[in-house]
């Protein structure tokens, strides 16, 4: 079965860390632009940093450059997302999706999974 599984999510304080994961089973994620999405309770789904297969394009949303870092190793079958200086309006579920493209709009393809809830409260 194709799927990306997510991990990593928690309560924070704010000015916190995280590092969320992103772990794909039944296929093989280096082929693949992987990006990262975040839906907040009454917000439309948001995109927020994205790869491409080899690692070495990245891009960020405006509201997370120079917090949010993307990597990944493909050896492991694995794409991260290593979160600092959190901020309550960080608050969502965070999903993976592979991608089209590393660039605004993030246009994800494929299934989603069930997400890893992020909460930045004091």
């Known amino acids: 079965q194709v799927q990306l599984v997510e991990s990593g999510g928690g309560l924070v304080q704010p000015g916190g860390s995280l590092r969320l994961s992103c772990a794909a089973s039944g296929f093989t994620l280096d082929l693949y632009a992987i990006g990262w999405f975040r839906q907040a309770p009454g917000k439309e789904r948001e995109g927020v940093s994205c790869?491409?297969?080899?690692?070495?394009?990245?891009y960020y949303a405006d509201s997370v450059k120079g917090r949010f870092t993307i990597s990944r190793d493909n050896a492991k079958n694995m794409v991260y997302l290593q979160m600092t200086s959190l901020k309550p309006e960080d608050t969502a579920v965070y999903s993976c999706a592979t991608v089209i493209r590393v660039g605004a709009p993030m246009i994800p393809i494929g299934s989603w999974g069930q997400g890893t809830q992020v909460t930045v409260s004091s």
């Open positions: 790869i491409s297969s080899s690692g070495g394009t990245t």
